[in-house]
């Protein structure tokens, strides 16, 4: 299955693969399943000496990938006896953006436990569904599948924190880490969406469309057969902003804000001067100063005929 977040990888900590390989222990025995290209497991072998196995539906992507994993099995994961063929017990098993795209994704997981060694994990992407663009376009009555993203139309299900714990619960796993990779949207944007559907946010709307909730773009997790001693189920309270698209998001909202002050500035300036045109206009019109002129002109007449 096609990975979109392999073309914008980076060296951004909150970068969904960077929060994921976190999660991974060095020398772990991995199995990628929907492991596209196998990029993802290349980074693995390459900054974490771990030993790769992949599984792809698309033969072409499996094809690159086995160049560069130990081995690649080409099937249809919606089929959990698919994965009878495994004997090896593996550290991690890899779901990155995969189980949105599956027909039951909470019995593929059921199937898939049983090849985790006793204390290895299941590390997780998905989507977020509540993310505050998709927030957005609902509130203004558009819901438009896209070619890739959280609305991919390629996606059989939808998730939210809650949902996507639920599907693992229902699976029997137990949620040991639970994070996410932000994408937040700039207040000026938000305003400027609401302001062209005619409508004023609220304080506590806005407060609402600030929460980490609405501006995780991905969930990224871990979760295991057993429980672990400290679950994490909270999300981060701060939400850095994560890559190239969104800084320049951010910059766009500091320059708005720069251009603002700029116009106020010069608005402040104008007044100035209109204020200052104003009183030398009423100088120049003030009686006082026609007579000062006058005597001026009169004295300096009579100076000129002495002259003479």
């Not at 073309?7 to 969904?16: A, C, G, K, L, T």
């Not at 994921?20 to 990029?39: Q, Y």
Request: proline fraction near 5%; aromatic fraction near 6%; charged fraction near 30%.
């Amino acid at each position: 299955m096609s990975n979109y977040t392999e073309n914008v990888f980076s060296d951004d900590p909150n970068h969904v693969w960077n929060k994921l390989i976190h999660l991974i222990p060095k020398k772990s025995l991995v199995l990628d399943v929907g492991c596209s290209s196998g990029n993802l497991g290349e980074i693995l072998i390459e900054k974490k000496d771990c030993i790769v196995d992949g599984i792809e539906i698309d033969k072409a992507d499996a094809k690159i990938a086995a160049k560069k994993l130990r081995h690649v099995e080409i099937f249809d994961i919606n089929e959990p006896k698919n994965f009878d063929r495994y004997t090896d017990r593996y550290d991690i098993i890899i779901f990155a953006d995969v189980l949105e795209h599956l027909v039951d994704p909470a019995k593929v997981l059921e199937r898939v436990k049983s090849l985790l060694k006793p204390k290895g994990a299941i590390v997780f992407s998905i989507p977020n569904m509540a993310h505050v663009s998709v927030r957005l376009d609902l509130l203004a009555g558009n819901f438009r599948h896209t070619e890739t993203g959280v609305i991919d139309k390629t996606h059989l299900h939808f998730y939210t924190q809650e949902e996507a714990i639920r599907i693992f619960t229902a699976a029997g796993l137990h949620m040991n880490h639970f994070d996410v990779s932000p994408y937040p949207y700039p207040e000026s944007l938000i305003k400027r969406k609401f302001e062209e559907m005619g409508l004023t946010p609220s304080e506590k709307t806005m407060e609402m469309l600030r929460r980490p909730d609405a501006a995780a773009f991905q969930f990224v997790g871990a979760a295991t057969n057993e429980p672990g001693s400290k679950q994490n189920k909270t999300l981060p309270p701060v939400m850095p902003i994560e890559n190239d698209m969104h800084l320049m998001a951010a910059t766009l909202a500091a320059k708005e804000a720069e251009l603002k002050k700029a116009q106020e500035a010069n608005n402040e300036q104008a007044l100035t001067i209109q204020r200052l045109t104003d009183q030398i206009k009423d100088l120049n019109n003030s009686r006082a100063l026609k007579i000062s002129r006058a005597i001026t002109g009169t004295f300096r007449k009579s100076t000129k005929e002495k002259t003479n």
